[in-house]
Every structure is written in C-alpha cells, then in structure tokens.
C-alpha cells in the first residue's frame, strides 16, 4: 500500500481530511484546489471535487472531495486514524521511508513556511539586518506533534519549539511545533528532496528560494 504518493495523502487526511462514522467515506477539504486536484492525481480519484462555504461568518470559500473505499478506510484506521480525530490522534504508523512524504503532506495541510527580513536594529548597522525563516506544524493534538518532533529528532537532529494557546478557555489549547533558520533549512531540504514530488506549488517554490539562497 505505502508509496510517496500515498505518504503524503495520508499526511494530507492526517490534518484536513476526516473518516466518515459509516466506516466507508473519506473526505478531504482545503481552500487550495491545487491540493485537491494534487489530491485526486495521487488516488487515482474521478470523484468530482465540489465547492462548499463555511457556516462561519465571513462565509469562506474552499473545496472538498468525498470518495468511499472500505479497504482504504480500515486501512487508515490500522495506521492510527479514526473519526473525529481532532484533539485524540497519537502516533501514525508510517515507514520511516516514507515519512518525509507524510510529513510533507502535513505541512501543505496545516503548516506554513514563513519568511522575512527583521530590521529591528539596522538603524545601529546593515549588518544587523536578519533574515528570519520559519517552519511550523500546527496541531489540536500535543500528542501528535510530539510524535513528529521526536521522529524528526532521530532522523535530522532538530527538536522545533512546542507551544500552545487557547482562543477561550472553554476551547481546548491548539500547539505548534516550530523550526527556526538553521534547522529550517535542514528540514526543508530533506523535504523537498527531488523535483516532481506531489506538493502544494505556492509552499514548494517558499522553500525552493530559501534552500537557492542557503544552498551548500
């Protein structure tokens, strides 16, 4: 069952995707229908990808795809995936192998890439101009992102900063796992290890200036 391709879906379903309650429909949803149409190629999909709004107040606009496959659903079940796994997913069961096209996945879903030039004390010298550059993850899952911090750990060297907050305290704590310069750096390269991979283009090409400027 395992590829690249099928690596980074399941990193894709691991953050915006859900399993339905009947134990047969998969859903995925994102407000980049590069993702969705990245999504279909790497299944095999001829389901077709629908617009839907949020309910919320500014009525926000995305996309979404539904496909029902029991062999595909009790498989990502055995991997560690379940209904509403929001605030209780752990550990995915992904090959080491194949854990950079997880985790690639991942960030396309809910990570970002995060450039910019700090000025705060050039005006003592230009060279106290500071290029910032940062990879997170985000998660409702503390338990999730510790699983990746600790897997990336063995596999790069990096560890990442966790941190937590809370809209309200009626709402659970949402956590990020954050990467500064240097380990960015090494991170992203080991990502985006050869061209053609299945990806988010707008986050690749983030990480392709970055590794162009710092390249060794």
């Known amino acids: ?26 859903d995925y949803t994102s407000s980049d229908l590069q993702l969705l149409r990245t999504f ?38 055995k991997i ?8 209780r997913l752990k550990e995915v069961d992904v090959p080491k192998l194949y854990f950079k096209d997880f985790l690639r996945g991942f960030l396309d879903g809910d990570g970002s890439i995060f450039r910019y030039t700090d000025k705060y004390m050039s005006y003592k010298n230009k060279h106290y101009t500071y290029q910032r550059i940062y990879t997170t993850f985000y998660s409702a899952s503390r338990k999730n992102l510790l699983w990746i911090r600790s897997n990336l750990s063995q596999e790069l060297d990096i560890r990442g900063a966790l941190n937590s907050w809370q809209k309200e305290k009626k ?30 283009i707008r ?7 970055v590794l162009a400027k710092y390249s060794q």
């Open 1 to 26: 069952m395992w590829s690249a391709e099928i690596a980074y879906v399941v990193g894709l379903i691991t953050t915006d995707g859900s399993l339905s309650k009947d134990k047969r429909h998969i």
């Open 40 to 77: 279909k190629t790497c299944l095999s999909l001829n389901n077709k990808i629908c617009i839907k709004y949020s309910s919320r107040k500014y009525n926000k606009k995305s996309y979404h795809i539904q496909f029902g496959n029991v062999e595909f659903y009790n498989w990502l079940l």
């Open 80 to 87: 560690g995936l379940m209904p509403d796994k929001t605030h």
């Open 171 to 200: 709402y659970l704590p949402f956590w990020s796992l954050r990467f500064a310069k240097n380990d960015s750096i090494k991170l992203l390269r080991w990502l985006y290890y050869k061209p053609c991979l299945p990806c988010l």
């Open 203 to 209: 986050k690749r090409l983030i990480a392709e200036s």
